[in-house]
């Protein structure tokens, strides 16, 4: 089957309505025929209010939101799913309660299957091949940083661009990715708010309004604009 | 042996020179009579260029600098320092490197031993008993989040507050802590720049110009100021 993955930077754009809101259009069209969508809500302390969140907005779009907290066997639940979204929060955390109830494998397969994989933010970061990218904080420790691999490059979400008036002397979001190619090889999108990709079978592409940025080790970096095609 | 400890936000603060300048009297009155101090640059790639600049700056202030990365043995190294200064980059490349040389429990015992201990950013980090508040990305993988716990409660440096007039929609600062706080129990100083923290014995006093907030878990922030006690 084809693989179909779409990943949101962030859930919310600023002046772009609430929750989803900005994506809605995509979201109908990439869950397709899917009325059942199985939600992740493991990035968040409090995964019921988060799930209770999700299924009134995805309610909204006439799709029926599971939450993977409520399942007594996670896995079958994973076998079962019509679609994934695994939402944003904090990755590490996120990544954790993946390794803890040992579903990294289980997703791989539901989504080689076809099964389509919905992401935002953290739940982005958890489907490039690790989160080394997250600009979450390591407020728990995975066991790993190695996560699902669904995109052979990282994601960095919620991209942000330098402040040239800044007076913050902390390193920016580009000097952090260059960092990381100093230590690892895989290229990475920096995906602004706004911008998604989206995989469909062998292609992949970007989407959105907002651009990416594209670092690869030893050059320099490169703006990719809304329909730009991806390495998958 | 008394502890001695000093740890800054930052090495630079916007407006007030270049690097270490805004502390410079301090780190003068802090590192007293030692003249030989031992430095780890592990936290950036660059060891010996990052090595250069503090053996110029602090050179300046007739110290005579070595870089860790030169010795033979690093334990021994550590044992004969008159002061250790551990400099800032990246967090979890400064962990791994002390956990590759297995040099945390050396390090802790020289300090216990009255050895005055100079961390900035990165450095002040790895002070504390875990770096689960740092800012960094995690680049690279140590084996464990668990640092030197010089200090019994988590730093984060270039502590920033809200921007109220901006649009992106990552988690503030303030919302990266009580992330923390969802998870863990100790306390967190958010140390801005410009501020840092002075430990001598058993006594632990906030300096600098800026401030900081302390973070416990179930309580508001509350604002410190210059001068502040902290439990040590």
């Known amino acids: ?4 993955i779409l990943l949101l ?9 609430g929750y989803l809101d900005y994506a809605e259009e ?3 069209r990439f869950l397709g ?3 059942r969508v199985l939600f992740v809500p493991f990035a968040l302390a409090d995964h019921e209010g988060y799930a209770q969140r999700v299924r009134e907005r995805l309610g909204r779009m006439s799709y029926q939101v599971e939450g993977l907290h409520h399942a007594s066997d996670a896995r079958v639940a994973l076998k079962n799913a019509e679609a994934i979204f695994i939402g944003g929060g904090n990755t590490f955390r996120l990544l954790k309660g993946l390794y803890n109830l040992d ?3 289980t997703v791989r397969a539901r989504v080689e299957a076809g099964v389509p994989y919905l992401g935002s933010s953290a739940g982005s970061n958890v489907a490039a091949p690790t989160i080394r990218t997250t600009n979450d ?8 940083f190695d996560a699902l691999g669904l995109v052979p490059f990282q994601i960095n979400p919620h991209y942000l ?39 469909e079978g062998t292609e992949c592409r970007l989407g959105g309004k907002s651009g990416a940025r594209w670092f690869c080790r030893g050059q320099s970096p490169v703006e990719l604009e809304n329909g730009a095609t991806l390495h998958s």
């Open 1 to 4: 089957m084809s693989r179909r």
């Open 9 to 17: 930077s962030s859930s919310t754009v600023s002046g772009s309505g």
């Open 26 to 28: 995509e979201i109908g």
């Open 33 to 35: 025929d899917a009325r």
């Open 103 to 105: 579903l990294l494998e």
């Open 137 to 144: 904080m390591p407020i728990v420790q995975p066991p790993s």
């Open 161 to 199: 661009d330098a402040d040239p008036n800044s007076t913050h002397m902390g390193e920016t979001r580009e000097e952090r990715i260059l960092q990381f190619l100093e230590e690892n090889t895989t290229p990475v999108l920096g995906l602004r708010e706004g911008a998604w990709v989206r995989v």
